[in-house]
């Protein structure tokens, strides 16, 4: 991603990336209300229900618990986090958070996401990458993290798949 910045001014690259964190909050809202509107009026065929079921088996419902548990202030805080995003802007689409509310929530989000990335942010990730890629102690324990999540996120939805006749989560 460095590339595609490469010889822009600061401003003009903290702009580029609010832009994008703006318009990816907004994509992945209107993408799970719809879906959500979808499902109610029981449209689950084809890719509406492949889209459906994303919905239903990512990590929506912990983003709901977010925003229940801390309002619209779990908005901003996600976009500061890794994994949390994509769940937390799913669920407030969802629950059907007014679009204006969440829009204003998701501004300081992609201001401090613009920040974190346009300065420091993606300096960090890339000098991690290149000092995993370059040992080989790095690689093996980067695999092992990798392989441990992977684990992790079969065995509890495995786990939690028994319940209902249908084979969802109680």
Known sequence: MTELFEGWPIQLVFVALFVIAMLRGQLVYWLARSLTSAS?????T??????????????????????????LVAVPLCYVTVGLQSAVMAAAGALRIEAWKYTLATIPGSL???????????????????AVAGSPWGIA???LIVALTAGTVWW??????VG???GRAA
């Open 40 to 44: 109610l009026r029981g449209a689950r």
């Open 46 to 71: 084809g890719r509406r229900a492949r889209l459906a079921a994303w919905l239903d088996d990512s990590g929506v419902d912990h983003g709901a618990r977010l925003l229940r548990r801390l309002g």
């Open 112 to 130: 401090a996401w613009a920040a974190i990335y346009a300065t420091i942010g993606w300096a960090l990730w890339e000098a991690a990458l290149l």
């Open 141 to 143: 324990a980067l695999t």
């Open 156 to 161: 509890r939805r495995r786990t939690t798949r």
């Open 164 to 166: 209902l006749p249908d």
